[in-house]
């Protein structure tokens, strides 16, 4: 019976460890994403910022210029891709961490059934707690 808790006790660690794990899985996944996210609009604002300014402007500072803004939305395009594969995995992470939640309660639930079961047995077999019982009819006891 003791070892039945004992056992019950070590999954209850290992689970725990589990899902802090899964845990840490999704706040890195979530920092791509963001990270990702941060970039890509940066390269908007970059983008923006390459607006022709009224004025003067030379063919090949225009040209320069349209250059530059084809090149930043092209890389934005490219974030796009990289972005949705970011959000794919922060879903399948908080999946895999919200089993690994009902993993551990599940162990934690079996942990304390044991513990309960043991005291039990304990105080069954505590000296105290033997019943006494009567022989036949007449009441008498043993």
Same mark, same amino acid.
């Given at each position: &019976? +003791? %070892?039945l808790v004992k056992r019950r006790e070590r999954i *209850?660690? *290992?689970r725990r460890v589990q899902h802090?794990? %899964?845990?840490a899985v999704?706040?890195? %996944?979530e920092g791509r994403l963001a990270s990702l996210e941060t970039s890509s609009d940066r390269l908007q604002l970059l983008r923006e910022s390459l607006a022709v300014a009224p004025?003067?402007?030379s063919g090949a500072a225009f040209v320069n210029a %349209?250059? &530059?803004a084809m090149r930043l939305e092209s890389a934005r395009a490219g974030l796009t891709d990289a972005i949705v594969g970011a959000r794919a995995a922060v879903d399948k992470s908080a999946a895999l961490r919200l089993e690994a939640r009902i993993r551990q309660e599940s162990a934690e639930r079996l942990g304390? +059934?044991?513990a309960r079961a043991l005291e039990a047995y304990r105080e069954r077999r505590a000296p105290g707690a033997v019943r006494r019982r009567t022989l036949g009819s007449e009441g008498k006891t043993a």
């Open positions: &019976m +003791k %070892a *209850v660690r *290992v802090l794990q %899964a845990q999704v706040a890195q %996944a004025g003067g402007l %349209a250059e &530059m304390e +059934k044991a």
